[in-house]
């Protein structure tokens, strides 16, 4: 044997170590109280580091067999090729069903060990119980591994070589996309077992508050991060000129971020007010549950979408009964201990900041409730009446966009509000320049726009307006810290911001998702899109661009060959596009040629050769940037709520 094959005999070993090591410490708890010994609850602790240790040999040995072509793995024979880039193989790991399931579990162990870590000062009496909630979805996982979809599998005779990764995975955004995604799927375990540790022991809700708050917005932030990358993938190598195509895939983690928003905006209310409490609990449980959810959509082999690459079917009934487990497990605990909640104080008025980020999460959860229906109902149509229908984009734009155009106006105009009570009078006098900047940039977009949208129109002016409602939210308070402590205005805003900048971190993730919504409007709603046909010397003009295609010729890759255009843009910019074959697999992938500005995509695709022409199809995107920045602000305010420590001061700004 080489040693590559020890190696994966060595990971292969450790993994299966985990599963008694995860049954001990999913039981740890039950045994110090069986055996009234409450030291031995302490094994959970100890165990969760030992897990993260043997899941981290497993990876690190199934990575060396696909870094050294270690085909007589069975895994790694059906997704690498000895042609394939060092950066790819790596990927690879992740880039079939067997390793994205390991991928699951050691991110799973991973936050597990961070949660041993980070509860040992904090909360040292209940996180044993925690640790035990997070071990039961590892042996969950770690059984799916190991007897139904084994990445240590050996193969005889052993190939030559391997059949290569799929050309759509070879790619750097596959790099980042899906361990991001699975950083915020399965970091919302840890919200998820922190409040089921609440009811089972009566963790008072101002113990296990904070604790939640940070571990909940961390998930989120991961989510929000992996999805964007995975809309940047789609928009620059699937060659169809779109990042978001509402694919039952998408949906599933559209799902988990929409409740998962909801919830860190709800634990922010029973923060300041003490409300909520048992909205957050059924919140942080739903959140998770759709993220199990999502995963039993991709793995399960029930969904046909562009993501179908990693499925499998014959795993489906498995993971479907693990789903039910942990779904009604959780959920029966909530019906059992959640009545026993202490009441929770209501609204004292309906105009106040509490009353609209309580209709906030309504719609919010409403939300992803149409995007679950939308998403489920033709599987279920299927298997009940045999009937096959198809829900597509038009749904979810005319029934879940609207939606979400109200939460952006909300998002402007809650953090104007005061808690409990609010006069309209002086509520206007707050707001009323920040209106008037949203309606301006509404009435420009339906002035100069074409098409004429009024949806466009509104999202603009929303978005204007919440990003106004930020910007005089600084000013504020950085001319009160001027005036206090006589420092010049600049010097001003960037101390009182650094100083709350769990309050301004929020409040640029504001932004970010106005941003956002301003690309996403412009993207959507006035791309241009033309196919032509052309030789080289021809052009054509769109979006007030002229195109020409320089030339078209053969060129070649490290393990694919490639026909490849080039074009000048506007007489001066030179693209190219490719339509490539990869050698090992034969299977084809097309490259877009894109440029970018803040204001607009270039975006042309390569297409079929046909009597000496060649078919090209040309998009101009709008704002397409915008969207991309948007979601880097979102994730960049987030790591700035996670980066203020909770003390008196930071409180008062709060209120």
Not at 77 to 91: D, G, T
Not at 319 to 338: D, H, S
Not at 377 to 394: G, N, S
Not at 408 to 418: A, D, E, I, Q, R
């Amino acid at each position: 044997m080489t040693p590559s094959q020890h190696l994966i005999e060595v990971g292969h070993f450790a993994v299966m170590l985990a599963l008694p090591v995860a049954l001990l410490q999913a039981l740890s708890p039950l045994l110090a109280r069986a055996l009234r010994r409450p030291e031995l609850a302490g094994i959970a602790v100890r165990g969760a580091a030992l897990q993260f240790l043997l899941a981290l040999i497993g990876w690190l040995a199934l990575t060396h067999a696909f870094v050294s072509d270690n085909f007589s793995v069975w895994y790694v024979a059906q997704n690498s090729n000895s042609a394939l880039p060092l950066v790819y193989k790596i990927s690879a790991v992740w880039g079939g069903h067997e390793g994205s399931l390991y991928l699951w579990y050691l991110i799973l162990a991973g936050w597990t060990a961070a949660l041993a870590l980070y509860g040992r000062r904090r909360f040292a009496d209940r996180l044993p119980v925690a640790l035990a909630l997070q071990a039961a979805l590892c042996v969950g996982f770690l059984g799916l591994i190991l007897f139904l979809s084994n990445p240590f599998a050996r193969l005889l005779p052993v190939p030559a070589d391997g059949r290569d990764l799929n050309p759509l995975l070879q790619d750097p955004g596959m790099a980042a996309h899906p361990p991001m995604l699975y950083m915020g799927y399965v970091g919302f375990s840890i919200p998820f077992a922190l409040v089921l540790t609440a009811l089972l022991t009566r963790w008072p809700a101002e113990d296990w508050l904070p604790v939640v708050r940070r571990w909940a917005l961390a998930a989120f932030g991961f989510l929000t991060a992996g999805i964007v990358l995975g809309g940047a993938w789609a928009y620059y190598e699937l060659g169809w000129g779109g990042y978001w195509a509402w694919d039952p895939v998408e949906n599933a983690s559209f799902m988990p971020w929409l409740t998962g928003a909801a919830l860190v905006h709800s634990l922010m209310v029973q923060d300041s007010r003490r409300m909520l409490a048992s909205w957050n609990l059924f919140l942080a449980i739903l959140t998770f549950s759709l993220s199990l959810l999502g995963t039993f959509l991709v793995r399960s082999g029930v969904l046909s979408s562009v993501h179908a690459f990693a499925v499998d079917p014959g795993r489906g009934a498995y993971i479907l009964v693990f789903l039910a487990l942990v779904v009604g497990g959780a959920f029966g605990v909530f019906l059992w201990r959640g009545g026993q909640l202490q009441a929770s104080p209501k609204p004292t008025a309906w105009l106040s900041r509490e009353s609209l980020l309580l209709l906030n999460n309504v719609l919010f959860t409403v939300a992803g409730a149409c995007v679950f229906l939308g998403t489920l109902y033709p599987l279920f149509l299927d298997v009940t009446a045999e009937q096959k229908i198809t829900v597509a984009a038009p749904y979810f734009n005319s029934v879940v966009v609207p939606q979400l155009l109200v939460l952006v106006l909300l998002m402007g105009l809650t953090p104007s509000l005061p808690w409990r009570r609010a006069e309209p009078r002086a509520l206007w006098g707050r707001i009323k320049w920040q209106a008037l900047w949203g309606l301006a940039a509404g009435v420009l977009t339906l002035a100069l726009a074409r098409p004429l949208s009024v949806l466009a129109a509104l999202a603009v002016g929303f978005a204007v307006f919440a990003i106004a409602t930020v910007v005089a939210d600084l000013l504020r308070g950085g001319r009160s810290l001027a005036r206090a402590e006589r420092r010049a205005l600049p010097a001003a805003l960037l101390v009182n911001a650094w100083r709350a900048r769990r309050h301004y971190g929020a409040l640029l993730a504001h932004v970010g998702v106005a941003v956002a919504t301003i690309g996403l409007a412009a993207a959507g709603l006035f791309r241009e899109h033309m196919m032509v046909s052309l030789a080289p010397g021809d052009a054509f003009q769109i979006g007030g661009h002229r195109v020409e295609l320089v030339s078209v010729g053969p060129t070649s890759g490290p393990n694919y060959d490639a026909e490849r255009a080039e074009f000048r843009l506007d007489g001066r910019i030179v693209l190219a596009s490719e339509r490539r074959v990869y050698r090992a697999s034969h299977m084809p992938s097309t490259e877009s040629g894109i440029h970018s500005t803040l204001l607009r995509d270039v975006y042309l695709v390569l297409g079929e050769p046909r009597d000496g022409r060649h078919a090209v199809s040309a998009y101009v995107n709008p704002l397409v940037e915008w969207i991309w920045i948007g979601g880097a602000l979102i994730a960049l305010g987030v790591a700035l709520c996670l980066g203020e420590r909770r003390t008196a001061q930071a409180d008062a700004r709060m209120a």
